[in-house]
């Protein structure tokens, strides 16, 4: 089964290639071009994919023919080549949902995010399914970091796997990058993150956010949350998590499956912007926001923003 396996990845990052020839990208207008004055940023993100390798079958359904990772790695890579300084994150749920992730317990999905050169991704609940032996157990595949700052695993065997942050360098430029998880109770099987401590996401975002910004000095703090886009009851999401921290430039969210057209800008506790996006599910969107920072006052704004369906024609970015 193994050897079986291992023929048919080769196989399917063979047909990456030849997809190229069906896939096209629209012209992206950018305000920002990289300069000695000034620096561009493009974050490229998703979120949900839920092992979806394959586009969705032509059978009728709302989402027949769209997402499919061989066309977003085309899609990615061609914009690797235009823009000079491009980070791909991920919030998480990047497995169950199809029978790669049964037969093959997220080796599948991590091996291929990691040929697709993503930089970071977070932990959804759906990461817990095979409990945290699967979890440990799939984790060596993926050649990018999983940011968890508010779960607690010093006393499991995830102990020293996973991050609470990084910072990343792109000319000049520091970008911090945390990550927070939803509350695990009601939603995965309790011997499933046995040990597994929850720490509140809005005093933990805070507390990471400050070091980020403060201390080590980034030009852009960006969060990536699997706590929801929003909720009637008052649980903690993505808008609350916005209006209630300080220093969060951009948060990347997921659970949700929110299909957002455009990001939205929340007023955080020092009246400054927070960005929330989020791109749905499945891998049928790819997000994308370009920023331009300028060297001397340090001073960004974001330029462009909104997200591409993968399909077997891609379209420009919607906006």
Do not use: W
């Amino acid at each position: 089964m193994e050897e079986l396996h291992a023929i048919n990845r080769r196989n399917f990052l063979k047909q990456a290639g030849s997809l190229a020839a069906l896939s096209s990208l629209g012209s992206m207008p950018l305000a920002a071009m990289a300069n000695d004055e000034h620096v561009s940023l493009t974050i490229l993100h998703t979120n949900d994919v839920h092992s979806r390798i394959e586009p969705f079958p032509m059978d009728g359904s709302r989402n027949q023919g769209l997402g499919g990772v061989a066309r977003r790695a085309t899609l990615v890579e061609r914009i690797r080549s235009e823009q000079p300084n491009v980070l791909l994150l991920d919030a998480g749920d990047t497995v169950q949902g199809t029978p790669y992730f049964n037969l093959f317990g997220g080796k599948v999905e991590l091996e291929l995010m990691s040929k697709m050169g993503y930089d970071a991704s977070t932990f959804g609940n759906h990461e817990f399914d095979n409990g945290l032996e699967g979890l440990a157990k799939m984790l060596p595949y993926a050649r990018f970091p999983f940011l968890t700052a508010n779960y607690d695993f010093s006393n499991t065997i995830l102990k020293g796997k996973t991050r609470d942050y990084i910072i990343f360098k792109k000319q000049g430029l520091r970008i911090g990058v945390f990550g927070l998880g939803i509350q695990l109770d009601g939603l995965v099987d309790p011997n499933h993150y046995r040990d597994v401590h929850y720490l509140p996401p809005i005093d933990t975002a805070n507390a990471f956010a400050n070091r980020l910004k403060h201390d080590y000095k980034c030009s852009l703090v960006v969060c990536l949350s699997h706590l929801g886009y929003r909720y009637s009851d008052g649980q903690v999401s993505d808008q609350v998590l916005a209006a209630n921290t300080r220093g969060i430039d951009l948060i990347i969210g997921g659970h949700t499956h929110t299909f957002m057209p455009q990001p939205e800008h929340i007023r955080n506790l020092d009246g400054e912007i927070t960005t929330v996006n989020q791109v749905g599910f499945a891998g049928i969107n790819l997000g994308r926001l370009d920023y331009q920072f300028e060297r001397q006052s340090g001073k960004k704004k974001l330029v462009t923003a909104g997200r591409y369906e993968i399909s077997e024609r891609l379209p420009a970015l919607n906006g």
